[in-house]
């Protein structure tokens, strides 16, 4: 082992390696003998601060230099942020803005008692005061929510009693109207059975008078067969029918009663403030009969792939370019970011705390963007990310392929930590085909929704894997094949998907069920998908680069 780096080793001068040097430089942080203060005084690029080594600043542990393996790192560079030593200063720092460590690590410690004080003193019990008035809460819900069940337990059962009560009405009058038709039957019946007896008797008289050879009989018959040839009427009963009416769920619904929105709110001195992630159940909202087109975004792009709302006012997009743009609706560029690695990304998607995060496949990283900084968030290896979506939990969704093509995956992040994987369904079989695009979205119900076009289809599974459904499309006069590109989800838990090759959008409900197209608004080539919190639609279209958003509930 080298004697300079030995634990029993005494300090040597940095420049000549004598031992025990009396000297120091304050501001390069070097040891030196009284030989070499000369020599370290007339570098005139640098202030100079010399003074005896045990006038000093107080020794610190400092962790050592990257670069330098045996130097202390006793500065920090402003720019790049990171702890350095005294010839970073010359070498790949040069020229960069560098700050006292020793302040920092005064500040540092200064600023960490008071968090323990204020933790030990304030927010230990505040916090130890919140979760006793949390527990109080949760033993009164079974109490107030039974409430409500009961509430609506006696509303069905008063619908059930009137349901009766017309059921019951109608089967009476049901059973008087077979009653008069009978009657009807019956009279008839007696009337034709008289008259079948009457011409027997008049068969029998014949025949009496004829073998007879009575003069005086035949002389005064008179024959009743006009009487015979006229029938009775015949009588005709139209049968009564039951004209029943279609069930309306959404106006039964509403006939039947309704609970309002369950609203969880943060409450600030004294201001309630509506949280992100409040639950509620959102009022229905039908679909309009003709979708209307409200505004149309030039974004600049060669070829445009999907877009993201930032806000109801803003919107990300991403294209055939190494640069990402955010739109106002009015189109006004309001910002450029260019990928770290110079790629084009693959897709975008925004965070609950409305950060950036995009996907590059080339790098195999999945990418934030904190306090105008991208910094590499994932990092996968034999595996290239595709799309993504943020999910209310604050989660991340990301569909990948396996580098050989032939694998694909759902995983879901918390951060940079992997927390689930979809691949397989009950039965050990891929729920996704390999390669293509593969856009996802999670709807309210947290279910998570991809759009599979090489399986020509919309795979939906449940939050902990399970497959609910798989959509191929609808009969329809579409002269192409179903082809998902873009998927997203609204407020009511509709899945909308844009059949890029059809030039049209598919809205299915939350259980798959096809609702209607949207098919007008002069669609061309629908991308990539996205709604606002007012169930706005907006709609990348692919080689017209803009992006349009459309009104359809």
Not at 206 to 227: F, P, Q, T
Not at 471 to 486: I, L, M, N, V, W
């Amino acid at each position: 082992m080298d004697p300079r780096f030995s634990a029993q080793d005494v300090l040597r001068c940095d420049l000549c390696e004598i031992p025990v040097p009396p000297m120091y430089c304050d501001f390069c942080y070097v040891r030196l003998c009284k030989a070499c203060v000369g020599e370290h005084l007339s570098d005139l690029s640098k202030e100079h601060k010399v003074e005896s080594f045990k006038q000093r600043r107080s020794t610190q542990n400092f962790s050592k230099c990257s670069t330098h393996k045996s130097k202390p790192c006793e500065l920090h560079c402003a720019k790049c942020d990171i702890p350095v030593c005294s010839l970073c200063i010359s070498g790949k720092h040069k020229g960069h803005t560098f700050l006292d460590i020793i302040q920092i690590f005064n500040d540092k410690k200064e600023e960490m008692k008071n968090d323990l004080q204020e933790l030990e003193k304030c927010l230990h019990s505040k916090y130890e005061g919140i979760a006793s008035e949390i527990g109080v809460e949760k033993s009164g819900l079974d109490g107030q929510y039974g409430k409500l069940t009961t509430a609506v337990i006696k509303q069905g059962e008063d619908w059930h009693r009137e349901i009766n009560i017309t059921v019951n009405k109608q089967k009476s009058e049901i059973d008087e109207m077979k009653t008069k038709h009978l009657a009807a039957l019956n009279k008839q019946e007696k009337d034709i059975k008289q008259i079948t007896s009457n011409v027997k008797q008049s068969i029998l008289d014949l025949k009496k008078i004829l073998d007879s050879n009575d003069v005086s009989l035949i002389s005064v018959y008179i024959s009743r067969n006009a009487e015979f040839r006229s029938l009775p009427p015949k009588v005709n009963v139209s049968l009564p029918s039951f004209s029943h009416k279609k069930i309306n769920t959404e106006q039964l619904h509403q006939m039947f009663g309704s609970l309002s929105a369950l609203s969880i709110t943060t409450e600030k001195h004294g201001h309630t403030m509506k949280t992100p992630e409040a639950v509620s159940c959102p009022p229905v909202k039908p679909l309009l009969d003709e979708p209307k087109l409200i505004t149309t975004i030039d974004t600049g792009y060669k070829y445009l792939y999907s877009d993201t709302c930032l806000s109801d006012e803003e919107i990300w997009t991403c294209g055939e370019d190494k640069i990402m743009k955010l739109y106002n609706l009015q189109g006004k560029l309001l910002k450029s970011i260019k990928t770290k690695s110079r790629n084009i990304p693959r897709d975008i998607a925004v965070t609950r705390r409305g950060d950036l995060v995009y996907t590059d496949p080339y790098r195999r990283t999945v990418n934030i963007m904190k306090n105008r900084q991208i910094q590499e968030l994932i990092r996968l290896q034999g595996w290239k990310p595709d799309y993504v979506c943020s999910t209310s939990s604050g989660d991340l969704l990301v569909t990948m392929n396996s580098d050989d093509g032939e694998q694909t995956k759902v995983v879901r992040y918390s951060g940079s930590t992997e927390k689930q994987t979809i691949q397989f369904d009950s039965e050990g079989k891929p729920l996704y085909s390999s390669h293509y695009f593969k856009y996802i979205s999670e709807n309210r119900n947290l279910d998570i929704c991809v759009a599979d076009y090489g399986a020509s289809s919309v795979v939906m599974v449940n939050e902990a894997g399970k497959l609910r459904f798989r959509y191929t499309g609808h009969p329809s006069t579409t002269k192409e094949t179903f082809y998902p590109y873009g998927i997203t989800t609204d407020s009511q838990s509709q899945i909308l998907t844009a059949d890029c090759d059809n030039d049209c959008i598919h809205i299915l409900d939350q259980d798959g069920q096809f609702l209607r197209y949207i098919d007008s608004c002069d669609l061309q080539l629908p991308w990539g998908l996205c709604v606002d919190t007012r169930d706005n639609l907006f709609v990348a279209e692919f080689f017209s680069d803009k992006v349009k958003k459309i009104k359809y509930m």
